[in-house]
């Protein structure tokens, strides 16, 4: 089975850091792409960081040179360090597997932790 386990999430005040992971079971890693996306009430799914399997990243641009996408193939896990966070960055942050070649057939989800940023 499929699994995608987060961990990391809580509540940071403004200008705080937090570290998210999302270690990966049930797949073969190297071969994925992995993703970070969030949520907010009322706000449609956006994409956070994705990094491939060659280690490409892309970020969207409300997160670039605040947040960094990295993962470690040995361990299987994925994690997103998030710097200078600001209220807005408050949601519920999903991990994402992806196939690198047979994305239709495999695309997969965690749970989402919340990350709350909150004076």
């Known amino acids: 089975q499929v699994q995608l386990v987060e961990s990391g999430g809580g509540l940071v005040q403004p200008g705080g850091s937090l570290r998210l992971s999302c270690a990966a079971s049930g797949i073969t890693f190297n071969i994925y792409t992995m993703g970070w996306y969030r949520q907010a009430p009322g706000k449609q799914r956006e994409l956070v960081a994705a990094?491939?399997?060659?280690?490409?990243?892309n970020y969207g641009d409300s997160v670039k040179g605040r947040f960094t996408i990295s993962r470690d193939n040995a361990k299987n896990t994925v994690y997103l360090q998030m710097n200078s966070l600001k209220p807005e960055d408050t949601a519920v942050y999903f991990c994402n597997a992806r196939h690198d070649v047979y994305s239709d057939y495999a695309d997969y989800w965690g749970q989402g932790p919340q990350v709350t940023v909150s004076s």
């Open positions: 990094i491939t399997s060659s280690s490409s990243t």
